[in-house]
């Protein structure tokens, strides 16, 4: 009985069959396979390296966080929306609040916190005090006295009630009361009363780059 020739391709060196058969014949796995293996590995590398490569250039691409001003700055509807677009690219958390408001005191500490932990990934803090102007050094003792370090102003709306609305038409007026916009500058979040170091920081991260 003759052997077919069919089957002489898989051990001549033509085609790179021959290679295969004899990888077979010696229990080695195909060079194919050998191949395949190690360009999905290198396709994998090259991802893993993409993705840390973009989250680096999303870090960097974070505008700088604008300096806080010097003092208390007076703040009325033109300046309250310079501010708000000098902040364009960054998270912005707004705080009203007043020194004679026992839970605004209270609450400072955690707005103090939150800036210090994430100013460097893209989060802003700005506090706008309801004093009245003679108050104007008891802000400044309180401010110092918590190591604030972003930028503090104190009210002067011509049409404070128009503010709230333009704001958010549900905001009572009442105080402390926190607003947090996103890179867009998109009211994404808002809190009146007392508001705790986790809840603040259960909405912000999701925001931050």
Request: proline residues 8%; neutral net charge.
């Amino acid at each position: 009985m003759q052997r077919s020739t069919a089957m002489t391709p898989l051990l001549d060196g033509g085609g790179g069959g021959g290679r295969w058969a004899q990888d077979k014949l010696h229990g080695q796995p195909p060079t194919s396979s050998v191949l395949s293996r190690g360009i999905r590995l290198a396709i994998f590398a090259f991802v893993l390296a993409a993705l840390l490569f973009c989250a680096g250039c999303s870090r960097s691409m974070i505008p700088p966080e604008p300096p806080a001003p010097k003092g208390i700055v007076d703040l009325d509807e033109a300046a309250w929306e310079k501010v708000r677009a000098q902040q364009h690219g960054r998270v912005l958390l707004v705080d009203f609040w007043a020194t004679w408001c026992d839970p605004c005191r209270e609450e400072f500490p955690n707005l103090v916190r939150l800036h210090n932990n994430y100013r460097g990934r893209g989060l802003s803090v700005v506090a706008i005090s309801m004093d009245e102007p003679e108050s104007v050094p008891a802000i400044q003792r309180f401010l110092q006295s918590q190591g604030a370090q972003f930028g503090s102003y104190r009210q002067h709306f011509g049409d404070f009630e128009a503010l709230v609305n333009s704001i958010n038409p549900r905001w009572g007026g009442g105080i402390p009361a926190t607003f947090l916009y996103d890179r867009e500058g998109r009211l994404v979040s808002s809190w009146e009363g007392a508001t705790t170091y986790e809840e603040f920081e259960g909405a912000v991260k999701p925001l931050l780059p």
